[in-house]
């Protein structure tokens, strides 16, 4: 069974960081393209990254280009995403996934992990 758990969420104020880990099972990890998107209250599904299978490439959405980084650990079949700079807009569960956006039906999502952004 295919499985993944985000965690790292949580409270920051405006400016602060996180950094949010998907822990992965049930499936050849390193095989595949891993997405972040994130979903703010009210509104759809948003891409934030994606990061090849070797992790030497990485794509982002421009809203967030020079304050996320997307990296993985293939030993421990796990995604991670460091989050700098926060901004209030930001605040949404933020989602791990296998492949690539937009998904298809091929797709495995986690529960997702809350991220609030507030002073």
């Known amino acids: 069974e295919v499985q993944l758990v985000e965690s790292g969420g949580g409270l920051v104020q405006p400016g602060g960081s996180l950094r949010l880990s998907c822990a992965t099972s049930g499936f050849t990890f390193s095989s595949y393209r891993m997405t972040w998107v994130r979903q703010a209250p009210g509104k759809g599904l948003e891409w934030v990254s994606t990061?090849?299978?070797?992790?030497?490439?990485?794509r982002y959405a421009d809203s967030v280009k020079g304050r996320f980084t997307i990296s993985r650990d293939n030993a421990k079949n796990t995604l991670y995403l460091q989050m700098n700079s926060l901004k209030t807009e930001e605040t949404a569960v933020y989602f791990c996934?296998?492949?690539?956006?937009?998904?298809?039906?091929?797709?495995?999502r986690g529960q997702g992990t809350q991220v609030t952004v507030s002073s």
């Open positions: 996934a296998t492949g690539s956006w937009p998904f298809d039906e091929y797709t495995s």
């Open positions: 990061i090849t299978t070797g992790g030497v490439f990485q």
